[in-house]
């Protein structure tokens, strides 16, 4: 059915989002902390369930916390990560005890047999006091694991890796009963996702680690999600592994995901070694269009390309008949006369907000792209700040604190 635009217009319902980050890349509490108290300014962005507790979801995505995690490192007489071939994986396992076992024994094991190290489990902090009684109900065991990398270098063959492993996982527990309540909210060397069926007021609370002075980040995106196509699931708070999503991706079910799986046995590229098979499928139509698009997203950056370039022919801009860009930036507009006939448009409205890893020849692990775009239809706007202090603030809307001490370079 064709989607009549006066009832899109008309459409109130839309998450929260939103990004905070130091251009100098110089991280700091005082980020996670904005992030935190911009999210909880965020709640009315979001649906709750009738225990007035239970929320759509909420989450933040942040660089990995180093600092945090090698003190743990230390208590457990671990020793020190080495950040440059270490991952970190956020995991929901099963609630039961016995499959949680088993759901990490599966896990060890399919690292193991890539040829990766498991450093350590570590269990999440959190106080389940505040989680409303229908997300207590389905509320994951939550636990954080730490693998060596041994035989790549490069941190784009690095997260390539990883990301093939989290697929052997997947596709090793989808027999088994429990294999739905497993998921990895993340899997890198560079970021790291906290999520929850949570109200964004709360999620600060929960995840007692965001509370610690040495949880430092130089960057912060974060959501606030209005459950409309999929009902609320702790899996699908966002941010997802790679983007944080405003709106909807009202194509999806008429044409991308079939489209991709068409195009499964034919998709190749040599960084994958061969190894294409193992990463398949692409797609997942149990779940949400914000999860299809995160992965879509994420194969094709894992795949050589960068974040801005993926997104960009995956949801591009309107640009026919835009003259600052025809004028200005033809190769622009070349680049997307050439892409629209290699991947359809994932239509929202949609705006999207990315990290990812950005490979320099001088300091290969250190610097991050953070962004955000807009689809064509232009219905989930987002407002910018750049301070002299050199931070940009990113949000869905009217900023949420007071910056008057701060004076601005940009804004719109």
Not at 1 to 24: K, P
Not at 42 to 65: F, K, V, W, Y
Request: glycine share 6%.
């Amino acid at each position: 059915m064709v989607a009549n635009l006066d009832d899109i217009i008309s459409e109130r319902g839309a998450c929260g989002v939103g990004f905070i980050a130091n251009l100098d890349n110089k991280a700091s509490h005082e980020v996670v902390k904005d992030a935190l108290a911009a999210l909880s300014c965020m709640e009315h962005r979001g649906g709750c369930g009738a225990d007035n507790d239970s929320g759509d979801g909420s989450g933040l995505m942040t660089s990995i916390p180093w600092d945090l995690f090698n003190n743990w490192a230390k208590e457990q007489r671990i020793g020190s990560f080495d950040r440059l071939h270490t991952g970190v994986g956020m995991v929901f396992l099963p609630k039961d005890d016995d499959l949680m076992k088993e759901a990490k024994t599966v896990i060890d094991n399919s690292f193991k047999q890539e040829g990766l190290e498991v450093l350590g489990w570590r269990p999440v902090p959190v106080d389940i006091s505040i989680v409303g009684y229908y997300a207590k109900e389905t509320m994951p065991n939550i636990q954080q694991v730490f693998v060596r990398v041994v035989k790549e270098e490069n941190i784009d063959d690095i997260e390539r890796e990883l990301y093939i492993c989290r697929k052997l996982i997947e596709r090793a527990v989808k027999s088994e009963t429990w294999g739905n309540e497993l998921y990895f909210c993340s899997l890198s060397n560079q970021t790291i996702v906290y999520k929850g069926m949570l109200r964004s007021e709360v999620l600060g609370n929960f995840y007692l680690d965001l509370k610690s002075d040495i949880y430092k980040s130089p960057f912060a995106i974060y959501h606030r999600r209005y459950s409309t196509n999929t009902s609320p699931r702790w899996p699908l708070a966002q941010p997802m592994r790679l983007l944080g999503h405003n709106g909807e991706i009202n194509t999806i079910q008429v044409g991308n995901l079939n489209w991709m799986q068409s195009r499964e046995a034919s998709l190749k590229s040599p960084v994958w070694r061969g190894r294409e098979n193992e990463i398949r499928p692409f797609g997942n139509p149990k779940a949400s269009d914000s999860a299809n698009l995160d992965s879509t997203a994420e194969l094709l950056i894992r795949s050589g390309r960068s974040a801005e370039e993926s997104l960009m022919i995956l949801v591009p801009e309107a640009y026919k008949n835009h003259p600052t860009l025809m004028i200005k930036y033809p190769e622009v507009v070349d680049f997307y006369n050439y892409y629209k006939g290699q991947m359809e448009a994932w239509d929202g409205p949609a705006l999207l907000l990315f990290s990812s890893c950005l490979v320099t020849i001088t300091e290969p692990m250190m610097e991050k792209t953070v962004g955000a775009c807009l689809d064509r239809n232009g219905l989930r706007p987002a407002r910018y700040w750049r301070t002299i202090d050199n931070v940009v603030y990113v949000a869905s809307e009217v900023w949420f604190k007071s910056l008057v001490a701060q004076i601005f370079l940009a804004s719109i």
